[in-house]
T-cell receptor, first 115, second 115 residues
Framework: DAGVIQSPRHEVTEMGQEVTLRCKPI?????LFWYRQTMMRGLELLIY????????DSGMPEDRFSAKMPNASFSTLKIQPSEPRDSAVYFC?????????????FGPGTRLLVL | AQTVTQSQPEMSVQEAETVTLSCTYDTSESDYYLFWYKQPPSRQMILVIRQEAYKQQNATENRFSVNFQKAAKSFSLKISDSQLGDAAMYFCALGANNAGNMLTFGGGTRLMVKP
C-alpha cells in the first residue's frame, strides 16, 4: 500500500502565480481531506470530499482557493493568485468511510513558499 | 461546535522515562471518538492511538496508553519507556457524528526526548 501520495513535495513560487497541489488517496478510501498547517493557526481543515463530492468547504479561506476531485483517485487544490500569506504546509488525508471513528491517513504534505 | 485544547506547547522527557501529554475537549455529542496523532520531523501525521467515547476501558498500544476521563472531558496520552524516535509534535483530535468525519485538532505539543 503506497499510502496517500502528494505532489509536489516542495513548491516555491512568486506572488500572483497559480499553484496546483495534487493528491492521490489510498485506493478504496471514500473520503478525502485537505488541511493547511501554519505556525500561527495550527492545522486547519480546508475542505473535504465524500465519494468525490465536496461536503464542507467552510474552511477554504477565500475565492482564491479551489479544490476538485474529478475521480476517486485524484484531487487538486488550486490557489490563484497566490499570496505570501498562503505559505504553509498543505496536507491531504483520506479515510475509508465518512464516519467519525475512521482513521485519517495523511500524506507527506506539500511545503509551499510564496515569495 | 467542538474544541480541543492542548495546554502544553512543549514537553521534555528523559529517554526511558514516562511522559504524559494533556488534552481537554468539549463537545455536545454523546458519541464521539478521540485520537492522538504524531507528527515527526518528516512532517507526515501518523495515528498513535484511538479511543471510543462509549468505551470505559482506556486504549493501549504498546508503550502508548491513554487516560480517558469522560466526565472531565480529558484525554491524556502516556508514553512509557520513551525513545528518541518519540520526539515529535503530538496532536489530539476529536471526531463526532455531528461533524461528519471531520476532525477537530488541538494546537499540538512538541515532545523532546533527551538521551
Amino acid at each position: 500500500d503506497a499510502g496517500v501520495i502528494q505532489s509536489p513535495r516542495h513548491e516555491v513560487t512568486e506572488m500572483g502565480q497559480e499553484v496546483t497541489l495534487r493528491c492521490k488517496p489510498i485506493s478504496g478510501h471514500n473520503s478525502l481531506f485537505w488541511y493547511r498547517q501554519t505556525m500561527m493557526r495550527g492545522l486547519e481543515l480546508l475542505i473535504y470530499f465524500n465519494n468525490n463530492v465536496p461536503i464542507d468547504d467552510s474552511g477554504m479561506p477565500e475565492d482564491r482557493f479551489s479544490a476538485k476531485m474529478p475521480n476517486a483517485s485524484f484531487s487538486t487544490l488550486k490557489i490563484q493568485p497566490s499570496e505570501p500569506r498562503d505559505s504553509a504546509v498543505y496536507f491531504c488525508a483520506s479515510s475509508f468511510q465518512a464516519l467519525p471513528q475512521e482513521t485519517q491517513y495523511f500524506g507527506p504534505g506539500t511545503r509551499l513558499l510564496v515569495l | 461546535a467542538q474544541t480541543v485544547t492542548q495546554s502544553q506547547p512543549e514537553m521534555s522527557v528523559q529517554e526511558a522515562e514516562t511522559v504524559t501529554l494533556s488534552c481537554t475537549y468539549d463537545t455536545s455529542e454523546s458519541d464521539y471518538y478521540l485520537f492522538w496523532y504524531k507528527q515527526p520531523p518528516s512532517r507526515q501525521m501518523i495515528l498513535v492511538i484511538r479511543q471510543e467515547a462509549y468505551k470505559q476501558q482506556n486504549a493501549t498500544e504498546n508503550r502508548f496508553s491513554v487516560n480517558f476521563q469522560k466526565a472531565a472531558k480529558s484525554f491524556s496520552l502516556k508514553i512509557s519507556d520513551s525513545q528518541l524516535g518519540d520526539a515529535a509534535m503530538y496532536f489530539c483530535a476529536l471526531g463526532a457524528n455531528n461533524a461528519g468525519n471531520m476532525l477537530t485538532f488541538g494546537g499540538g505539543t512538541r515532545l523532546m526526548v533527551k538521551p
